[in-house]
């Protein structure tokens, strides 16, 4: 169904839904629309179909983004003192203008942008829109004048379809027919496929997506690898064999750390003859979820909320192609395929190794550079608690910082056995100049001001 026809139906469904013959509307409903929680609950709900379509997590973190990037700008011009991210983010120009001196419900216009541009980035558009019919229902029983809901929806339509053409100019779908990435047997320091799956190397050309906030892929680079080697003593051995007597010494408490930031979108089980898949969140989809948290902590309003939200998914969205851009040019061999091959071929990680080059870990990246990102908005020493595990089997952690937890992140790398320290280490200092430069150079405030206090 195209896309057109599908904005149709919406706006035809919600309008339908109004009472007949209402005359008296509320005087209040601008303010019940300004509950942040409809925005928690739409990022939760694309997290939850990016789940169950299992979208790889640079892939997810780029779903995350359009969509609060949507979300903001519909919202922006009912807040003077916030501005449009157009000419701030690459290529993206300036959005539509509300009509002057008619009356809008911007809160409305903003999940209306965002759900609309989740639904054209997802698989699974009727879980997108069972959540469109429970949010639009509460916006009606606001009682807001019908003219007022109906050119609110129209302007978070008109939103999404120039976020959704922006989104078509950033080289993804190019990326969908490029070639598939070649394995080299010859060398052994590249990477090649682990078990179980044996997988083809995971999104090997993201690094020619066009990047968000920095101007490529390659203009914050990370720590080079230590240089390979098969020799007993050397460095790089060294590095292996920390991994493997970690694994082989786990403590109760570092497994349990590796299990809780383990965040792989499809883990496949194998018992016997029979396989079967696991999903579970993403990276990217559990920092979004700790922005949540924060913001609820923070009693964060409508507006800082939409702000957290677009500036922390484009710092992970930029941390992923810097970070792939690193993985596939270094193409290093991951510890599991390292071990196995030169200090114990039973040797097996706590966690399934993901199908791509181990330098540097894309969940340490990209959690340093939310992390420094959200301390920037929220202040260092933000305590929170996060509970993104439970719905898993995980009790929730509580943290004394979002440095704190991705420094955690980095480690866990280490002791589900599927990174080396220095590729740990390398990605959280990269994510963090990743993060900092975002919060730096993406202007949300008129005023200058980053901070959600």
Wanted: aromatic fraction near 12%; charge should be negative; include cysteine.
């Amino acid at each position: 169904m195209k896309l057109t026809l599908r904005i149709s139906i919406l706006m035809a469904f919600a309008l339908l839904l109004w009472a007949p013959g209402c005359q008296q509307y509320s005087k209040d409903y601008q303010e019940k629309a300004q509950n942040p929680e409809f925005l928690h609950a739409g990022i939760r709900r694309i997290t939850d179909i990016i789940r169950h379509d299992i979208f790889p997590p640079p892939v997810a973190a780029r779903i995350y983004t359009y969509s609060a990037v949507a979300a903001y700008e519909a919202l922006a011009p009912g807040y003077p003192e916030y501005q449009s991210l157009a000419g701030q983010l690459n290529g993206l120009k300036p959005v539509p203008k509300p009509e002057a001196g008619a009356e809008y419900c911007f809160p409305l216009s903003s999940i209306a942008a965002m759900l609309v541009v989740g639904k054209q980035l997802v698989f699974s558009e009727e879980n997108v829109e069972n959540l469109e019919e429970k949010i639009f229902d509460d916006f009606k029983a606001m009682n807001m004048p019908p003219d007022v809901y109906e050119r609110s929806m129209e302007y978070g339509v008109q939103v999404a379809k120039h976020v959704i053409a922006w989104s078509k100019t950033d080289n993804y779908a190019q990326t969908r027919s490029a070639p598939k990435f070649t394995i080299d047997t010859k060398d052994p320091a590249r990477w090649r496929p682990t078990p179980p799956q044996y997988a083809d190397a995971l999104e090997p050309h993201w690094n020619k997506i066009r990047p968000w906030v920095l101007d490529s892929a390659t203009q914050i680079k990370s720590d080079p690898p230590v240089p390979f080697s098969t020799e007993k003593g050397s460095d790089f051995y060294k590095l292996a064999l920390e991994v493997y007597e970690t694994i082989k010494n786990i403590t109760p408490e570092q497994e349990a750390t590796a299990w809780y930031w383990d965040d792989n979108p499809f883990k496949l089980e194998v018992s016997g003859h029979l396989m079967f898949g696991k999903k579970k969140i993403s990276p990217g989809g559990h920092w979004m979820n700790i922005v949540g948290h924060a913001c609820r902590k923070a009693n964060a309003d409508m507006m800082p909320t939409a702000e957290a939200y677009v500036r922390t998914a484009c710092s992970l969205t930029d941390g992923f192609i810097v970070c792939w851009d690193e993985k596939f040019r270094t193409n290093l061999i991951r510890p599991e395929s390292y071990i196995n091959q030169y200090i114990d071929a039973e040797w097996q990680p706590i966690i399934q190794t993901p199908p791509f080059p181990e330098h540097t870990s894309g969940h340490a990246t990209i959690s340093a550079a939310a992390a420094a990102t959200l301390t920037g908005l929220f202040g260092d020493n933000f305590a929170f608690t996060d509970s993104t595990e439970v719905e898993f089997g995980i009790p929730p952690r509580t943290f004394s910082s979002f440095n704190e937890a991705a420094s955690e992140v980095a480690l866990s790398r280490l002791y589900g056995g599927i990174h080396y320290r220095r590729g740990n280490e390398a990605g959280n200092k990269c994510g963090q100049e990743i993060g900092k430069y975002v919060l730096q150079n993406l202007k949300t405030r008129k005023d200058g001001a980053s901070s959600t206090k």
